[in-house]
């Protein structure tokens, strides 16, 4: 009776755990990255943002909108500066498929901008009606001016040492100056 149920159960559990291995739903995963087209800005320089979405997951999904908030954003006067949204997108993308964008966009020269992380967020739909969020960033390098103060280092001792030359040129030509007018023997 023992011998008869082992083929059984070795064929039971070899059935369950093939059940249990394959993937019972579908895998949604998509990465987003940013980067600019320069390394450094300065202030009231144009530039341009590259945005990439890749689907790495099994299901295909679609790319509704793109939100991009940069470091200098703030509340001027009556509205919001220095971020957008670009809605309407609706770009499907199968597995290993990407989506490439562009925008571009003006550093202010009213003191706002500063290096740091432009955020961005690529909301996505997946078929049975869920949004999902991508994160993502891209650094951008604002160069500004610096100001060095007034002290010995920069100012005094340049001088000094000019001052000090021009005194050894004037003693050299009177040395000169007496040596041209001894006698000659």
Known sequence: ???????????AIG??????????????QAIAYGRTDRSGYLPGDSGTLYITVRNEGSQALTV????????????ITDHWDGNFTATGINQALS???NYNTQYTFTLPTDGRAHSGSA???VMTDVPNGQYQ?????????????????????SSILPVVSIVLLGIAVVMLAFV???????SKK
């Open 1 to 11: 009776m023992k011998t008869k149920s082992i083929p059984l159960t070795v064929l």
């Open 15 to 28: 059935i369950l755990s093939i059940i249990v291995i394959s993937p019972i739903h579908a895998n949604y």
């Open 64 to 75: 509704k909108n793109i939100t991009v908030d940069y470091p200098w954003m703030a509340f």
């Open 95 to 97: 597995q290993n498929q």
């Open 119 to 121: 955020s961005i967020t």
């Open 133 to 153: 969020s991508l994160p993502a960033s891209a650094f951008i390098t604002v160069a500004t001016a610096s100001y060095q103060p007034l002290g010995l280092s």
């Open 176 to 182: 000169y100056m007496g040596i041209t007018r001894l």
